[in-house]
């Protein structure tokens, strides 16, 4: 079930809401929730509508248990990046290799005594 609800814990929710409740006001109760439910099942069926409206033609094409956040697995997603053998991880690794290659930037030299420049706006 969902929220960790099984039938058996449900079952005793519900006798124990009919006895507090009581026989007389059970019924209005009952057609309350009923409302409720109904309520929210067609507010999730509209939204659904709305979003395949919005989406058009590919709402269906779209993988949503792909998208499900409990599936993804940190580690998975590190070794399949590591051992990803694309035409873009090869221009990374080309890119980091002509990085490493340059000639490194030439630093400003200072006089013994002399302060380096210090910029107001920049702190």
Do not use: N
């Not at 590919?58 to 599936?71: I, M, S, T």
């Amino acid at each position: 079930m969902f929220f960790g609800l099984t039938i058996e814990k449900l079952l005793l929710i519900g006798v124990i809401a009919a006895l507090i409740i009581g026989p007389e006001r059970l019924p209005r109760y009952a057609e309350s929730l009923a409302r409720l439910t109904k309520r929210a099942k067609e507010t999730m069926q509209g939204a659904k509508t709305r979003m395949r409206d919005e989406m058009g033609p590919e709402f269906d094409e779209v993988d949503w248990r792909k998208l499900d956040p409990r599936q993804y697995d940190p580690r998975r997603i590190i070794r399949e990046a590591l051992l990803d053998d694309t035409p873009t991880a090869t221009m990374r690794a080309a890119g980091a290799a002509a990085l490493a290659t340059q000639a490194p930037v030439d630093k400003p030299t200072f006089v013994a005594g002399e302060k380096p420049p210090f910029d107001d706006e920049a702190t």
